[in-house]
């Protein structure tokens, strides 16, 4: 999906990073399958692909597009 000017084209692509507030060590290993399917659940019902994931030990990350 590339958008395009006259003499301009681009593809948008978004990294996004969830942390607690207090950064805590360790939070996301425990609920690492239910975020993946809520965060999986809501990009398919808004149209966005999820490029890359990863959880880490204090934060999640992922970048995603919209294919829309």
Request: aromatic share 8%; proline share 1%.
């Amino acid at each position: 999906n590339v958008n395009s000017l006259a003499h301009t084209k681009w593809e948008c692509k978004y990294h996004i990073v969830f942390c607690t507030k207090n950064i805590e060590e360790g939070i996301y290993k425990d609920i690492k399958a239910d975020v993946g399917q809520i965060l999986g659940s809501l990009c398919r019902r808004k149209g966005i692909e999820i490029i890359e994931a990863e959880c880490c030990p204090d934060h999640i990350t992922y970048a995603s597009k919209n294919t829309t």
